[in-house]
């Protein structure tokens, strides 16, 4: 069974850093394209970033410019380098791996809170 497991949620003041990481397993990793969504309370689950299996990025509006995706293949890993949080970045992280004609697979989710 696919395994996504996040982790690097917590809480943080405006104006600082987090890194989160997500270890994929059972998985051919590097032909996925993997991702970071994020979900508030009462709100819908939104794309934060995303890198395809070429390496190609995109990026939700909101984060354009303080956050960074990237990936290591051999360590089946995708991380997200949150820079300038704000509060309204107050979610639940979700990691994700999907490819076209197959099934998309998530993790269980971290929070990060931004709250001085």
């Known amino acids: 069974q696919v395994q996504l497991v996040e982790s690097g949620g917590g809480l943080v003041q405006p104006g600082g850093s987090l890194r989160l990481s997500c270890a994929a397993s059972r998985i051919l990793f590097s032909i996925y394209n993997v991702g970071w969504y994020r979900q508030a309370p009462g709100k819908q689950r939104d794309l934060v970033a995303v890198i395809t299996s070429g390496g190609r990025t995109n990026y939700g509006d909101s984060v354009k410019g303080r956050f960074t995706i990237s990936r290591d293949n051999a360590k089946k890993s995708v991380y997200l380098q949150m820079n300038s949080l704000k509060p309204e970045d107050t979610a639940v992280y979700y990691c994700?791996?999907?490819?076209?004609?197959?099934?998309?697979?998530w993790g269980q989710g971290t929070q990060v809170t931004v709250s001085s």
């Open positions: 994700n791996a999907g490819r076209p004609g197959s099934n998309d697979f």
